[in-house]
């Protein structure tokens, strides 16, 4: 097994050697092999984290780094979300960004280790070899901190999001190069990653057998991106609509009792994610208001929510939420659920909390 293919999957090399392996990708999944759980892990850290690395590299050997790849890509199939694949790719660019970047900084006196890169063969990997160049340093600068870049390949990585900087009229455009550093170089190369991890995802074709063999992972996940994806611009606060379990939270912080860590959290993320503020948040609870200032500063900024309240199926596992009147099965997350409510009410129905005077939260006079 090259380490090298481990440390850097996406490589060509890399997906040759599983192909030469002969690995059964389905037998692993059916075997329980460890790659199967790295490769859950490899999704779940991307989601929640911004990477791929294990958070316990010693619990893996190479093998199992290099087949959790394809086992990766294939859960990211399945869970068929364009947010999902973002954020794996993102996150596998991120990952390797860190790794080649300590290979080619690396002190070039040192012992060669087998699982690194270095600068010929990673441009080579993207077909950037010819198109890269040094500039000869001048007098008192470090060799290799300018290049030049065919403008083909750099318009082929660019982003427009990033900036004034990269456009190309503000650059130095010479003879069908641009001249970056050797840092951007690096940027563009995460993007070149990005794009190679992201390019064919999600695939379809995955067997319905090897679906079910990976439910319990997919189920995990698909919470998992629930609980990260919802967004809200929910401008009504109406409890008749919350999800039942909310609004038992909801009753329960009413009627004085004193709510667990993560009661606590789920109730008050999700009035966060409602566009509440601190102050609306006291008195919609009646909990303590020193506990929500303390709790609303971390759960919202300037830009809202920053914390979206656990999915129905988390606060399952909490103890919090046991599927009331079969809830989840119109939609998995509580902000979902509102949203959708809202929508199917009569809007002579629905009427805004802040809106009824001295009534309870519930709408009954106090």
Same mark, same amino acid.
């Given at each position: 097994?090259?380490?090298?293919?481990?440390?850097?999957?996406?490589?060509?090399?890399?997906?040759?050697?599983?192909?030469?392996?002969?690995?059964?990708?389905?037998?692993?999944?059916?075997?329980?092999?460890?790659?199967?759980?790295?490769?859950?892990?490899?999704?779940?850290?991307?989601?929640?984290?911004?990477?791929?690395?294990?958070?316990?590299?010693?619990?893996?050997?190479?093998?199992?780094?290099?087949?959790?790849?394809?086992?990766?890509?294939?859960?990211?199939?399945?869970?068929?979300?364009?947010?999902?694949?973002?954020?794996?790719?993102?996150?596998?660019?991120?990952?390797?960004?860190?790794?080649?970047?300590?290979?080619?900084?690396?002190?070039?006196?040192?012992?060669?280790?087998?699982?690194?890169?270095?600068?010929?063969?990673?441009?080579?990997?993207?077909?950037?070899?010819?198109?890269?160049?040094?500039?000869?340093?001048?007098?008192?600068?470090?060799?290799?901190?300018?290049?030049?870049?065919?403008?083909?390949?750099?318009?082929?990585?660019?982003?427009?999001?990033?900036?004034?900087?990269?456009?190309?009229?503000?650059?130095?455009?010479?003879?069908?190069?641009?001249?970056?550093?050797?840092?951007?170089?690096?940027?563009?190369?995460?993007?070149?990653?990005?794009?190679?991890?992201?390019?064919?995802? /999600?695939? @379809?074709?995955? $067997?319905?057998? !090897?679906?079910?063999?990976?439910?319990?992972?997919?189920? %995990?996940? *698909? =919470?998992?991106?629930?609980?990260?994806?919802?967004?809200?611009?929910?401008?009504?606060?109406?409890?008749?609509?919350?999800?039942?379990?909310?609004?038992?939270?909801?009753?329960?912080?009413?009627?004085?009792?004193?709510?667990?860590?993560?009661?606590?959290?789920?109730?008050?993320?999700?009035?966060?994610?409602?566009?509440?503020?601190?102050?609306?948040?006291?008195?919609?609870?009646?909990?303590?208001?020193?506990?929500?200032?303390?709790?609303?500063?971390?759960?919202?900024?300037?830009?809202?929510?920053?914390?979206?309240?656990?999915?129905?199926?988390?606060?399952?596992?909490?103890?919090?939420?046991?599927?009331?009147?079969?809830?989840?099965?119109?939609?998995?997350? /509580?902000? @979902?659920?509102? $949203?959708?409510? !809202?929508?199917?009410?009569?809007?002579?129905?629905?009427? %805004?909390? *802040? =809106?009824?005077?001295?009534?309870?939260?519930?709408?009954?006079?106090?």
């Amino acid at each position: 097994m090259n380490p090298r293919h481990a440390r850097y999957p996406f490589f060509a090399a890399a997906r040759e050697a599983v192909g030469e392996s002969g690995v059964d990708l389905a037998a692993l999944v059916a075997d329980g092999d460890p790659a199967v759980e790295r490769g859950r892990e490899r999704i779940e850290r991307a989601l929640t984290e911004g990477t791929v690395e294990a958070a316990d590299p010693r619990e893996w050997d190479a093998r199992d780094d290099l087949l959790s790849y394809p086992i990766a890509r294939i859960l990211v199939s399945l869970l068929d979300s364009r947010a999902a694949v973002e954020k794996y790719a993102e996150a596998e660019a991120r990952t390797a960004y860190r790794r080649f970047t300590e290979d080619l900084e690396r002190d070039d006196g040192a012992r060669r280790d087998p699982s690194r890169i270095d600068r010929d063969a990673l441009l080579r990997e993207f077909d950037l070899a010819d198109a890269v160049r040094a500039e000869d340093p001048k007098p008192g600068q470090p060799a290799g901190k300018w290049l030049w870049l065919g403008v083909g390949a750099y318009l082929s990585y660019v982003d427009a999001d990033w900036g004034d900087d990269w456009r190309l009229v503000n650059r130095e455009l010479v003879g069908g190069e641009v001249r970056i550093e050797r840092e951007e170089l690096y940027r563009l190369l995460r993007e070149a990653v990005g794009d190679r991890v992201a390019e064919g995802l /999600p695939f @379809e074709g995955v $067997s319905d057998d !090897l679906a079910a063999e990976l439910e319990a992972e997919i189920a %995990d996940l *698909r =919470d998992l991106l629930a609980d990260r994806s919802v967004r809200s611009d929910i401008e009504v606060v109406d409890p008749t609509y919350f999800p039942p379990c909310l609004s038992a939270l909801l009753d329960r912080a009413r009627d004085g009792e004193e709510l667990g860590p993560h009661a606590r959290f789920s109730l008050l993320s999700f009035l966060a994610g409602l566009n509440l503020d601190a102050e609306e948040a006291v008195a919609i609870t009646g909990l303590d208001p020193d506990l929500v200032v303390e709790r609303f500063g971390y759960l919202r900024d300037e830009s809202g929510a920053q914390y979206p309240p656990p999915s129905c199926r988390t606060l399952g596992t909490y103890g919090l939420c046991d599927n009331e009147h079969n809830h989840r099965s119109v939609a998995p997350h /509580p902000l @979902e659920y509102y $949203s959708r409510k !809202l929508r199917e009410a009569d809007p002579d129905d629905v009427t %805004d909390w *802040r =809106d009824r005077g001295d009534a309870d939260a519930d709408g009954t006079p106090a």
